[in-house]
């Protein structure tokens, strides 16, 4: 949790660099060094901060495309939400999960390399999945707005 202005300047610079170093994040948000890092410490071991990542381009990586896909389940049991979350984790291209409200019970962002390969995916593993009565599929033409800093107030 953040605490005052200081834990929050120091998410917010960790969200726009996780490779900073303590020195200069210390300069940024006006901290001695060790203040900083015992704060950015606190933060981690708090699970304020999860964990550090390097952000890759998709396309650079070969998967370029964007589906949205709805699922819908047989029954929404708790046993069959559970086996679905269990085998949606071990789908590599599965980017994003969430159970929802209304029509359909999930929504999952998947990439890919191309249409093809969507196809691929959809035959091999998203109809596979146990539970799954229906998929419902939205390619993204191209990516308007994605962020990975989180609004602070």
């Given amino acids: 949790m953040i605490s005052d202005r200081y834990d929050k300047l120091i998410v917010k610079a960790l969200q726009r660099d996780g490779r900073i170093s303590n020195k200069h994040l210390a300069e940024l948000v006006n901290l001695s060094e060790s203040a900083c890092l015992r704060r950015v410490r606190a933060l981690e071991e708090g699970g304020m901060i999860e964990r550090y990542v390097a952000m890759v381009s998709q ?8 589906v949205l896909v709805h699922i819908g389940l047989h029954r929404e049991e708790q046993s069959e939400l559970a ?35 969507f196809e691929r995916l959809h035959k091999e593993a998203l109809t596979r999945l146990p539970g799954v009565a229906r998929v419902n599929s939205s390619v ?3 990516t308007v707005l994605k962020k990975t800093e989180l609004p602070l107030r």
């Fill in 59 to 66: 396309s650079e990586a070969g998967l370029p495309g964007n």
């Fill in 83 to 117: 086996a679905f979350e269990e085998a949606v984790r071990n789908i590599p291209e599965v980017m994003e999960c969430y159970l929802m409200t209304g029509e359909f019970d999930y929504l999952l962002r998947v990439v890919v390399a191309d249409m093809a390969d």
């Fill in 140 to 142: 993204a033409i191209r």
